[in-house]
């Protein structure tokens, strides 16, 4: 079965430092997919940045990347230059097929709390 | 405006008495799910759409019920609510859902419910 772990329950970061968010995941599926959300305190889901097991270059999105070791199965969130709007918990989340199914199945870890501190 | 939306945001209701909360989206997706989110849970899928007609059971699909007569909406239907159903449900669609890796999903702004 598919499994997503984030390790860290609440990170703390200075304003305009970086951080890391770690993820790592579990799957027997050659082809699945990583996504990273973002939900602020007001509580909707933010889709952020998505890489894909066969990508070979880690995805980007702005100020977002997606440091991928597939060796390791890990697929940590960076956040450059943090700043105070990125407080919010942050959600890990794989789209893979079960062992012997045909449907892709979204999974999500736990979450990260991260506050950013000015 | 592609957009997900999900009627009532806030819902406080009493033990047993049927509600429905409304999901529609106009982004012609086929996939529709819905979630529920618990502290220190993380997500869960209620139960998920392919297409119309077609609804499968998710993860954690006890309680409740769904259909899917428009590709639009998928509402979720809690026949007779108890205190455990206290959440805060999210509806979300997708192109293609569980038939790609790729796809990416959108969420509703979620619908919070107290049960009494």
């Known amino acids: 079965a598919q499994k997503i772990t984030q390790t860290q329950p609440g990170m703390f970061v200075q304003e305009k430092e970086a951080v890391t968010l770690d993820c790592t995941y ?7 997919g990583l996504f990273w959300y973002k939900q602020p305190s007001s509580g909707e889901m933010i889709f952020l940045i998505y890489q894909g097991s066969y990508d070979q270059q880690n995805a980007t999105e702005g100020r977002y990347s997606l440091n991928f070791q597939k060796a390791r199965k890990s697929a940590n969130l960076v956040i450059s230059a943090s700043q105070l709007g990125d407080s919010a918990m942050y959600f890990c989340a794989m789209r893979a097929r079960d062992s012997g199914g045909s449907n892709y199945k979204l999974t999500f870890g736990k979450g990260t709390l991260l506050t950013v501190n000015p | 405006e592609a957009q997900v939306t999900q009627n009532p945001r806030y819902l406080i209701t009493v033990t047993g008495k049927k509600l429905t909360v409304t999901c529609s989206q106009n982004m012609n997706h086929e996939y529709m799910s819905w979630y529920r989110q618990d502290p220190g849970l993380g997500l869960r ?4 759409s392919m297409n119309v007609e077609v609804t499968d059971k998710g993860d954690v699909p006890e309680g409740y019920k769904v259909s899917r007569k428009e590709k639009r909406n998928f509402p979720l239907i809690l026949e007779s609510p ?22 990416t999903q959108y969420f509703g702004p979620g619908t919070r419910l107290t049960v009494l």
Request: proline share 6%; with cysteine.
């Open chain 2, 82 to 103: 108890s205190p455990n159903q206290t959440s805060l449900y999210f509806c979300a669609s997708s192109l293609r859902g569980a038939l790609s890796s790729t796809d």
């Open chain 2, 45 to 48: 899928q209620i139960y998920y």
């Open chain 1, 26 to 32: 579990d799957t027997s599926d050659p082809s699945y």
